[in-house]
């Protein structure tokens, strides 16, 4: 559904500095706080981006989503840059090919890629029952909770963005 | 389908995706560097995260002082009076001021030991989704930082640097699984590891394992470096809290209480040479 449609730069780079913005708040020591456990906010955001903008632009913001990530990040080296860049890049694959591009399959398919991201990790930990418990499983459903508010907010500027283009036109 | 896995697009990230792994197969083995993409990335955000660091701190000192700062430092310094009557009545004089003694010397450790180098460098980002509450500082590798350089501050040991960037570094805490440290007790001078756990690292506690059974190690023991290799000795790093046996009763187990508040912490410095500095092959 993507094919035909010319990228908006603009909206492109206003997403870019949210992002941004939603990278440094994550990352800065005191802001956050761990105890309800520590959302991965920024996996949604390359997912939405493949979503809305296509695969290209999805696999684009991936890569630096997930090199950013990887820049603070305890992870294996380059995890997070590997994991985003195919999360941004099927995230568009499947608006194109199987799904329709709407808030459910937005988030069922955030879902289903934030599983696979913690299992990913649970995986490099040696399956360690202690990080499952504590870290991970709270961090995966802050992470859904995260998604929604992520898809809705994203959303909502997107319309915005169209209502304020065909005005103009 | 078959379309789909023979475009050009598919197979481009199919070749970025590669050379990702291969990056970073060839970066483990040679260990200690950050994959030159996450570094570019780390290298453009640093001057953001430094000015969010120094906002969130500065909001925080603003907003403590403003609304509960003055109340706080009357009620702790009434509290911290009666803590010290209560430790001057409950805790036995030789062992104060046997520690006192210790906990002298390791503060003199910066004139001791000459042949320490320092660099002072600030926390500008955690990990917080890594139990271990891994962290980046503002220094790397062109002030002189190099990778295995031991992390303190002025309460003991922090942890080591395991990757470093041209203008930041990643510390590994003594909180997380992946450390390992050789230490000792300095009052029995019984041999053991330090490691992490995350069942313990949210208290700020760390593990202190291999302890043979004849060991005499006891609660509030203080337990600091062994040296050789990667930290020089008798870096303090926390006093034991809790001793157990393993599940197979061949060796002892204690619960260390890290000297160094990790979870809190601001300012380090990392020691950039010392006499007898080696290297680590592997964690």
């Keep these: 559904m993507n094919k035909n449609k010319s990228i908006d730069y603009p909206l492109l780079v206003f997403i870019a500095i949210i992002y941004l913005i939603i990278y440094i708040v994550q990352y800065t020591d005191g802001i956050f ?120 907010a994203l959303g909502l500027i997107i319309k915005i963005r169209k209502k304020l283009l065909s005005k103009r036109n | 389908m078959r379309f789909f896995l023979r475009s050009k697009r598919f197979k481009t990230i199919c070749g970025i995706v590669a050379c990702l792994l291969v990056t970073s197969i060839v970066i483990r083995i040679i260990g200690g560097t950050i994959a ?3 570094s570019f990335m780390g290298a453009i955000t640093q001057p953001f995260r430094s000015i969010a660091t120094y906002i969130s701190n500065t909001v925080n000192d603003i907003n403590t002082k403003l609304n509960s700062g003055t109340e706080l430092m009357r009620k702790n ?36 030991n000459k042949d320490f180098s320092f660099i002072d460098a600030t926390l500008i980002s955690r990990d917080m989704g890594d139990s271990g509450f891994t962290f980046t500082i503002n220094k790397g590798s062109v002030n002189g930082i190099s990778n295995h350089d031991p992390v303190i501050t002025s309460s003991g040991l922090v942890g080591y640097v395991t990757e470093v960037g041209p203008s930041y570094s990643k510390i590994t805490t003594l909180l997380s699984n992946n450390i390992k440290v050789g230490c000792l007790d300095y009052r029995t001078s019984d041999v053991g590891i330090i490691t992490g756990s995350p069942k313990l690292s949210e208290k700020g506690q760390t593990n202190f394992y291999n302890l043979p059974r004849s060991c005499t190690v006891a609660l509030n023991d203080i337990i600091v470096t062994a040296g050789g290799g990667v930290f020089p000795e008798g870096l303090v790093v926390g006093t034991i809290s809790h001793l157990s046996s393993d599940e197979n009763q061949t060796s002892i187990t204690a619960t260390i209480d890290c000297s160094v508040d990790i979870l809190n912490i601001k300012d380090v410095m990392v020691i950039t040479y010392f006499e007898g500095q080696g290297s680590i092959t592997d964690k």
């Design chain 2, 36 to 38: 030159p993409h996450a």
């Design chain 1, 33 to 152: 706080e761990k105890e309800l456990g520590f959302p991965q906010i920024l996996l949604p955001a390359a997912i939405f981006s493949g979503m809305y903008f296509g695969d290209k632009v999805g696999a684009f913001f991936g890569f630096f989503i997930g090199a950013a990530v990887d820049a603070v990040s305890a992870n294996v080296i380059c995890y997070n840059t590997i994991f985003m860049l195919l999360a941004g890049y099927f995230g568009g694959v499947l608006v194109q090919l199987i799904i329709n591009n709407n808030f459910r399959s937005s988030v069922i398919i955030s879902v289903l890629f934030t599983l696979i991201y913690y299992f990913g990790i649970w995986i490099i930990n040696s399956f360690d029952k202690a990080i499952l418990s504590l870290n991970l499983l709270p961090s995966f459903f802050s992470t859904v909770f995260f998604s929604l508010i992520i898809y809705l």
């Design chain 2, 77 to 112: 310094d009434e509290l911290q009076k009666r803590v010290d009557e209560l430790s001057e009545m409950v805790v036995d004089y030789d062992n104060i001021k046997k520690e006192n003694e210790f906990l002298k010397g390791f503060l003199e450790i910066k004139q001791e």
